[in-house]
């Protein structure tokens, strides 16, 4: 699906670009540079697009009636989101799993949820909320579990400078915050 993020304008991401390139001593109209203002705006359109975006309106149509009742987990499940601290990267894995009441969701829906909150400015543990109530308020399953790992690029590039650390959260609505051996058999599926 191609999001636009129809909050951006073009033209201020690009002025901010070229002061944020003269601020650092750069010359923005330098033969490398003068092109980059609007790269970034573009960038920024794409890294963004979640914005404007309602869950629903994406998944409606991979909304199934169906008599399952067992567990649907889908694992590593990739993203890439941008830190709202510092505007840079955080990477790596969302794990889902749902337990249906009445319906069921197409599997690439899954995914779909994903990018809409993360292509948004994000911090980890707000991810792993959205993600679990959206899944709650679509399919409206017995319960929603998440488990996000990432890496974040404000631990590796900057500050504390701890290029292997991890970052794991979790999210356990309904039934998976209830019933802890339903909780343990999805932590199980999910192990690596």
Do not use: W
Not at 60 to 81: C, L, P, T, W, Y
Not at 150 to 177: D, E, P, Y
Request: include cysteine; glycine fraction near 6%.
């Amino acid at each position: 699906m191609d999001f636009k993020n129809i909050n951006m304008n073009q033209q201020i991401i690009e002025n901010a670009v070229s002061q944020i390139l003269s601020a650092v001593g750069e010359d923005p109209k330098r033969h490398g540079l003068k092109n980059t203002p609007s790269r970034v705006a573009s960038a920024f359109a794409e890294l963004t697009s979640g914005y404007g975006v309602a869950p629903f309106d994406v998944v409606r149509k991979g909304i199934f009636k169906a008599n399952s009742s067992g567990m649907v987990v889908q694992k590593d499940i990739e993203f890439a989101s941008l830190c709202e601290h510092h505007l840079l990267p955080f990477t790596g894995y969302v794990h889902v799993a749902y337990m249906p009441d009445e319906y069921i969701l197409g599997l690439s829906k899954l995914g779909r949820i994903v990018d809409i909150f993360s292509k948004r400015l994000q911090i980890q543990e707000e991810l792993n909320c959205q993600i679990a109530n959206a899944l709650l308020e679509t399919v409206k399953p017995h319960g929603v579990a998440v488990v996000i790992e990432a890496k974040h690029f404000c631990m590796s590039m900057r500050g504390v400078k701890k290029n292997q650390t991890t970052t794991t959260t979790s999210k356990f609505l309904g039934i998976f915050s209830t019933d802890a051996e339903i909780r343990k058999d999805f932590l199980h599926f999910i192990k690596k």
